[in-house]
C-alpha cells in the first residue's frame, strides 16, 4: 500500500503558454525600466513610481513561478540583486529630478537607509550561509533522539534561507515608502521606511550571528561522528535496509517498510541522499543518513551484520566495500525483463527472490549470480492482496485496472504498452458501457521519453472525456436516490479522514524548517507511532473507494491509494511485462498483458514466462472485448488453473507464508555474518573493535579524502562514486 506518486506532467504547462509567459514577464521588466528612464529624462512623478511597481510585479512573478527564467537572467549577469540595484538608482534619480530630495537632511536620511539595507542585506547573505553550513550536520536522522547533538529550531525563514523573498520584501516597502516621497515631495517619508527596513535587517543579522556562538550551534563534524559511534554501540542494529535513488525512486524502499517493522531485533534504514529522509513514509524504524562514503564505513566499526538492497545504485557499491556486513539483494520488484537479472547482483552476497521462476531467470541469464546464492522469500508486501471471489456480482460494473509500467533507461518498444498501445487499450475498454476503468500509471512515465509522457496525457484526455459523458448521462436518467446518497456521505468522510491522515503525516511542520529542526521534531519516541498512521491510511482507502461513484473512471497518481489498493477493487488487470503482474498474480484474478515488442504470441509467452497465464492483447487492442467477456463469464475463464501454477512458480507456496520465508533468511544471513566475524576477529552484537588509524586512513584514501579533509591532487574517486559529500 506504499506507492510513490508523479503527477508532474498534470501541472507542466504546454510549451506555447511558457513561451507567451516567457515573453510577457521580460516585456514587463522592459516597461518597468522603460518607465523610470522616461521619469527621469521627462521628469515625472507618475513615470518613477510606475516602473518600479512594474519591475516588482514581475519580480515576484519571476520568484513563485518562472524560477527558470530567473536563473537564465542570472547566467546572463542580470540576477534579482543587479536587476534591484539598478532599479533603486533609476528610482532615487527619478526623485532627485523631480526635486523631492532637494531637502538635505531628508534626504542623506533616505540615501544612507537604502545604501544600508543594501548593505546589511548581503551581509545577512553571508551570515545566513554560514549559519547553513554550521546545520548541515554530516548526519540526519529521524526516529532516533538526537537532541544531544544541541539541535535547535531553525532560523525566520525570511533571514536564514530566503534572500530572494527577503530583498523583494525590502524592494517593495522601500519602493511604497519612495513613492509616497514621489507623490508628496517630502523625502521623510522614504526615509523613515528606509531605516526602519535596515534596522530589521539589522536586528535579523544579530540573531544569525548569536547561532554562530559556540555554544549556540549545533555540534561539528568530529562530537558528530562520535555520536554515531555512541548510538551505534547503544542500538545494535541486527538488520538494515541501505536505500540511494533519485527523487523519483522512493517508493523501492518504501515498499519494504512494512516487512522491516515486522523483522526481530533491530532493524535500522540506512540512506545516503538527505533529501531522501523525508520521501520514506511513515516507519517506526530508526532512518540514518550518512552521504559521505569516509563517514559510511564506521558502519564497519558497528555490529550490523546484514544490509538489505531494493534497488542498485551507483553509491551501493561505496557500502559493499564493508567486508564485516553480508549484503542481499532484495529488489523492488521482479518481472521478466532484463533488469530483473541484472549482472550487477553478483555483487551481493545473496540474491533474494520471490520464488522458482526467477532463480531459473538467474540461472538462464548467466550473469555471475551462483544457484546457491539465490534464496526464494517471496513477496511479504503481498499479504494485504485480497484473492479472487469470482465475476463481478450481476449489476456490478466490471473494474479494470490499467497500469502500464514506464519506459525504462532503453528505446525498447516493448517496455511500456503506452505509447504503442495506449490509447486503443484505453478506447476499447471506455467503449463498452459496463466497465469502470482505473487507470494508474507508473510513477516515472515520461521521466525518459517525453512522448510517453504525451502519450500518458492523451489517455488521461480520454478519460476525462468518458467521465463527462457519463456523468451527463447519469443525471439525465435520474440516477441518485440511496446510492448518491451514500457517495455524498461517504465524501463528507472522506474530507475528515484526509485532515486527520494529514494530521498523522505532517505533524508540526513548519516552513522554512531545516534538516537540523527536523532532526528535532522527527526523534524517538516516534509520535504518532507507524501502526497508527496505516490504520488511519487502510481507513481512508475504504472511504476513498466508497466516495468514488460506481459509473466514474478514475485517474490514479497520487501516493494513495496504492497500487495493492487499486488490486483489491479490480476484476481485471491490463499491463506490461512489470512486476505489477507477478503482484497482481497472487490474487489469482484474471490478467492481460500488451505485446508491443514486436514478437509473435507465441514467442511473446515462451520468451516471458509471467505471460504464460495472461491473455495477450495486440497494439491494436481488437481482443479487448473477448476479455471482458471472459471476466464476466467463468465458463470463458480458460486460464484460471494456469494462474494458480504460475503464481506457485513465482511467488512460491503459500506455506510457509512469505513473510515467514523473508525473516528466517534474515537470521539465516546474520548467522552467516557472524561466524564470519568470528572468524575474523571482528565486532558481534556483544562488541565492537575499533578500527586502527591505519584503517581509518586507508578507508579516507578510498573515498579520495585524507585525514585533515584535504582531497589529493590525483584522486577523484569520490566524486566518480557520486559522493553527494564530496569536498
Same mark, same amino acid.
Given at each position: 500500500?506504499?506507492?510513490?506518486?508523479?503527477?508532474? /506532467?498534470?501541472?507542466?504547462?504546454?510549451?506555447?503558454?511558457?513561451?507567451?509567459?516567457?515573453?510577457?514577464?521580460?516585456?514587463?521588466?522592459?516597461?518597468?525600466?522603460?518607465?523610470?528612464?522616461?521619469?527621469?529624462?521627462?521628469?515625472?512623478?507618475?513615470?518613477?513610481?510606475?516602473?518600479?511597481?512594474?519591475?516588482?510585479?514581475?519580480?515576484?512573478?519571476?520568484?513563485?513561478?518562472?524560477?527558470?527564467?530567473?536563473?537564465?537572467?542570472?547566467?546572463?549577469?542580470?540576477?534579482?540583486?543587479?536587476?534591484?540595484?539598478?532599479?533603486?538608482?533609476?528610482?532615487?534619480?527619478?526623485?532627485?529630478?523631480?526635486?523631492?530630495?532637494?531637502?538635505?537632511?531628508?534626504?542623506?536620511?533616505?540615501?544612507?537607509?537604502?545604501?544600508?539595507?543594501?548593505?546589511?542585506?548581503?551581509?545577512?547573505?553571508?551570515? /545566513?550561509?554560514?549559519?547553513?553550513?554550521?546545520?548541515?550536520?554530516?548526519?540526519?536522522?529521524?526516529?532516533?533522539?538526537?537532541?544531544?547533538?544541541?539541535?535547535?529550531?531553525?532560523?525566520?525563514?525570511?533571514?536564514?534561507?530566503?534572500?530572494?523573498?527577503?530583498?523583494?520584501?525590502?524592494?517593495?516597502?522601500?519602493?511604497?515608502?519612495?513613492?509616497?516621497t514621489a507623490g508628496t515631495g517630502d523625502a521623510r517619508w522614504g526615509a523613515a521606511v528606509a531605516v526602519?527596513?535596515?534596522?530589521?535587517?539589522?536586528?535579523?543579522?544579530?540573531?544569525?550571528?548569536?547561532?554562530?556562538?559556540?555554544?549556540?550551534?549545533?555540534?561539528?563534524?568530529?562530537?558528530?561522528?562520535?555520536?554515531?559511534?555512541?548510538?551505534?554501540?547503544?542500538?545494535?542494529?541486527?538488520?538494515?535496509?541501505?536505500?540511494?535513488?533519485?527523487?523519483?525512486?522512493?517508493?523501492?524502499?518504501?515498499?519494504?517498510?512494512?516487512?522491516?517493522?515486522?523483522?526481530?531485533?533491530?532493524?535500522?534504514?540506512?540512506?545516503?541522499?538527505?533529501?531522501?529522509?523525508?520521501?520514506?513514509?511513515?516507519?517506526?524504524? #530508526?532512518?540514518?543518513?550518512?552521504?559521505?562514503?569516509?563517514?559510511?564505513?564506521?558502519?564497519?566499526?558497528?555490529?550490523?551484520?546484514?544490509?538489505?538492497?531494493?534497488?542498485?545504485?551507483?553509491?551501493?557499491?561505496?557500502?559493499?566495500?564493508?567486508?564485516?556486513?553480508?549484503?542481499?539483494?532484495?529488489?523492488?520488484?521482479?518481472?521478466?525483463?532484463?533488469?530483473?537479472?541484472?549482472?550487477?547482483?553478483?555483487?551481493?552476497?545473496?540474491?533474494?527472490?520471490?520464488?522458482?521462476?526467477?532463480?531459473?531467470?538467474?540461472?538462464?541469464?548467466?550473469?555471475?549470480?551462483?544457484?546457491?546464492?539465490?534464496?526464494?522469500? =517471496?513477496?511479504?508486501?503481498?499479504?494485504?492482496?485480497?484473492?479472487?471471489?469470482?465475476?463481478?456480482?450481476?449489476?456490478?460494473?466490471?473494474?479494470?485496472?490499467?497500469?502500464?509500467?514506464?519506459?525504462?533507461?532503453?528505446?525498447? #518498444?516493448?517496455?511500456?504498452?503506452?505509447?504503442?498501445?495506449?490509447?486503443?487499450?484505453?478506447?476499447?475498454?471506455?467503449?463498452?458501457?459496463?466497465?469502470?476503468?482505473?487507470?494508474?500509471?507508473?510513477?516515472?512515465?515520461?521521466?525518459?521519453?517525453?512522448?510517453?509522457?504525451?502519450?500518458?496525457?492523451?489517455?488521461?484526455?480520454?478519460?476525462?472525456?468518458?467521465?463527462?459523458?457519463?456523468?451527463?448521462?447519469?443525471?439525465?436518467?435520474?440516477?441518485?436516490?440511496?446510492?448518491?446518497?451514500?457517495?455524498?456521505?461517504?465524501?463528507?468522510?472522506?474530507?475528515?479522514?484526509?485532515?486527520?491522515?494529514?494530521?498523522?503525516?505532517?505533524?508540526?511542520?513548519?516552513?522554512?524548517?531545516?534538516?537540523?529542526?527536523?532532526?528535532?521534531?522527527?526523534?524517538?519516541?516516534?509520535?504518532?507511532?507507524?501502526?497508527?498512521?496505516?490504520?488511519?491510511?487502510?481507513?481512508?482507502?475504504?472511504?476513498?473507494?466508497?466516495?468514488?461513484?460506481?459509473?466514474?473512471?478514475?485517474?490514479?497518481?497520487?501516493?494513495?491509494? =496504492?497500487?495493492?489498493?487499486?488490486?483489491?477493487?479490480?476484476?481485471?488487470?491490463?499491463?506490461?511485462?512489470?512486476?505489477?503482474?507477478?503482484?497482481?498474480?497472487?490474487?489469482?484474478?484474471?490478467?492481460?498483458?500488451?505485446?508491443?515488442?514486436?514478437?509473435?504470441?507465441?514467442?511473446?509467452?515462451?520468451?516471458?514466462?509471467?505471460?504464460?497465464?495472461?491473455?495477450?492483447?495486440?497494439?491494436?487492442?481488437?481482443?479487448? #472485448?473477448?476479455?471482458?467477456?471472459?471476466?464476466?463469464?467463468?465458463?470463458?475463464?480458460?486460464?484460471?488453473?494456469?494462474?494458480?501454477?504460475?503464481?506457485?512458480?513465482?511467488?512460491?507456496?503459500?506455506?510457509?507464508?512469505?513473510?515467514?520465508?523473508?525473516?528466517?533468511?534474515?537470521?539465516?544471513?546474520?548467522?552467516?555474518?557472524?561466524?564470519?566475524?568470528?572468524?575474523?576477529?571482528?565486532?558481534?552484537?556483544?562488541?565492537?573493535?575499533?578500527?586502527?588509524?591505519?584503517?581509518?586512513?586507508?578507508? /579516507?584514501?578510498?573515498?579520495?579524502?585524507?585525514?585533515? =579533509?584535504?582531497?589529493?591532487?590525483?584522486?577523484?574517486?569520490?566524486?566518480?562514486?557520486?559522493?553527494?559529500?564530496?569536498?
Amino acid at each position: 500500500m506504499r506507492t510513490e506518486s508523479n503527477a508532474a /506532467a498534470e501541472t507542466r504547462p504546454p510549451p506555447g503558454r511558457a513561451a507567451v509567459t516567457t515573453v510577457a514577464v521580460l516585456l514587463l521588466l522592459a516597461v518597468g525600466y522603460g518607465f523610470q528612464l522616461l521619469g527621469v529624462l521627462l521628469p515625472a512623478a507618475s513615470l518613477v513610481v510606475a516602473g518600479p511597481v512594474l519591475g516588482l510585479l514581475a519580480e515576484t512573478r519571476l520568484l513563485t513561478r518562472e524560477r527558470g527564467l530567473s536563473r537564465s537572467l542570472g547566467r546572463a549577469q542580470l540576477s534579482q540583486p543587479e536587476r534591484q540595484l539598478l532599479r533603486d538608482a533609476l528610482l532615487l534619480g527619478g526623485l532627485a529630478r523631480t526635486g523631492a530630495l532637494d531637502r538635505l537632511p531628508a534626504a542623506a536620511g533616505l540615501l544612507v537607509g537604502v545604501l544600508g539595507c543594501w548593505a546589511t542585506h548581503f551581509v545577512c547573505q553571508a551570515v /545566513a550561509a554560514r549559519v547553513r553550513q554550521s546545520r548541515k550536520l554530516p548526519v540526519v536522522t529521524r526516529n532516533i533522539d538526537a537532541s544531544s547533538l544541541r539541535l535547535s529550531p531553525a532560523p525566520p525563514a525570511l533571514f536564514g534561507r530566503y534572500g530572494a523573498a527577503r530583498l523583494l520584501s525590502v524592494a517593495a516597502l522601500l519602493t511604497a515608502g519612495m513613492a509616497v516621497t514621489a507623490g508628496t515631495g517630502d523625502a521623510r517619508w522614504g526615509a523613515a521606511v528606509a531605516v526602519a527596513c535596515w534596522a530589521v535587517l539589522l536586528g535579523g543579522v544579530l540573531h544569525l550571528a548569536v547561532r554562530l556562538l559556540p555554544g549556540r550551534r549545533p555540534a561539528g563534524e568530529e562530537e558528530v561522528l562520535a555520536w554515531l559511534d555512541g548510538w551505534l554501540d547503544a542500538y545494535r542494529p541486527t538488520v538494515g535496509m541501505y536505500f540511494s535513488g533519485g527523487t523519483a525512486s522512493a517508493y523501492q524502499a518504501n515498499m519494504w517498510l512494512s516487512t522491516l517493522e515486522g523483522l526481530e531485533g533491530r532493524p535500522v534504514i540506512v540512506l545516503r541522499e538527505r533529501f531522501m529522509v523525508q520521501r520514506i513514509e511513515t516507519t517506526d524504524v #530508526p532512518v540514518l543518513c550518512i552521504p559521505r562514503v569516509a563517514h559510511l564505513m564506521r558502519l564497519e566499526r558497528s555490529t550490523l551484520p546484514v544490509l538489505l538492497h531494493p534497488a542498485n545504485s551507483g553509491k551501493t557499491s561505496q557500502v559493499l566495500r564493508i567486508p564485516s556486513v553480508k549484503h542481499a539483494f532484495i529488489n523492488h520488484g521482479e518481472s521478466d525483463k532484463l533488469s530483473s537479472c541484472n549482472p550487477y547482483a553478483k555483487a551481493y552476497d545473496q540474491v533474494w527472490v520471490a520464488g522458482p521462476a526467477a532463480r531459473e531467470r538467474y540461472r538462464l541469464a548467466d550473469v555471475g549470480v551462483s544457484d546457491p546464492d539465490v534464496v526464494e522469500v =517471496g513477496r511479504p508486501q503481498l499479504a494485504s492482496v485480497r484473492p479472487y471471489t469470482g465475476p463481478p456480482a450481476p449489476g456490478e460494473r466490471l473494474t479494470v485496472l490499467y497500469a502500464p509500467t514506464w519506459e525504462g533507461w532503453t528505446d525498447d #518498444p516493448g517496455n511500456t504498452s503506452l505509447l504503442l498501445a495506449g490509447e486503443r487499450i484505453v478506447a476499447a475498454l471506455l467503449a463498452d458501457p459496463g466497465v469502470r476503468l482505473l487507470y494508474k500509471p507508473h510513477p516515472m512515465t515520461g521521466s525518459v521519453d517525453p512522448a510517453v509522457g504525451a502519450a500518458d496525457l492523451r489517455v488521461r484526455a480520454l478519460i476525462a472525456e468518458a467521465n463527462a459523458g457519463r456523468a451527463g448521462t447519469t443525471r439525465a436518467a435520474g440516477l441518485r436516490g440511496e446510492a448518491a446518497r451514500a457517495v455524498g456521505e461517504a465524501v463528507v468522510e472522506l474530507t475528515r479522514r484526509t485532515a486527520e491522515l494529514d494530521a498523522l503525516t505532517t505533524p508540526g511542520r513548519r516552513p522554512g524548517e531545516d534538516e537540523v529542526e527536523r532532526m528535532l521534531r522527527q526523534r524517538a519516541p516516534v509520535r504518532p507511532p507507524a501502526a497508527e498512521v496505516l490504520r488511519a491510511l487502510d481507513a481512508w482507502e475504504e472511504c476513498y473507494w466508497r466516495a468514488s461513484p460506481q459509473w466514474e473512471h478514475l485517474i490514479l497518481t497520487e501516493r494513495k491509494p =496504492g497500487i495493492y489498493a487499486c488490486f483489491n477493487q479490480a476484476h481485471l488487470l491490463v499491463s506490461d511485462v512489470s512486476s505489477v503482474v507477478s503482484d497482481y498474480l497472487s490474487s489469482e484474478k484474471p490478467y492481460a498483458v500488451v505485446n508491443t515488442s514486436g514478437l509473435s504470441e507465441d514467442e511473446f509467452r515462451a520468451g516471458f514466462p509471467t505471460v504464460r497465464a495472461a491473455t495477450v492483447l495486440t497494439p491494436t487492442a481488437e481482443g479487448v #472485448p473477448a476479455l471482458l467477456e471472459s471476466v464476466r463469464d467463468p465458463s470463458a475463464d480458460l486460464l484460471r488453473a494456469a494462474r494458480a501454477q504460475l503464481k506457485a512458480q513465482l511467488l512460491g507456496p503459500d506455506e510457509p507464508p512469505s513473510p515467514v520465508r523473508f525473516a528466517r533468511a534474515v537470521r539465516e544471513l546474520r548467522a552467516a555474518a557472524e561466524a564470519k566475524r568470528a572468524r575474523l576477529g571482528g565486532p558481534s552484537v556483544s562488541a565492537r573493535v575499533t578500527p586502527t588509524a591505519a584503517a581509518e586512513e586507508h578507508w /579516507a584514501a578510498e573515498a579520495g579524502e585524507r585525514p585533515d =579533509g584535504r582531497k589529493p591532487s590525483d584522486q577523484v574517486l569520490a566524486d566518480a562514486l557520486g559522493d553527494e559529500e564530496a569536498p
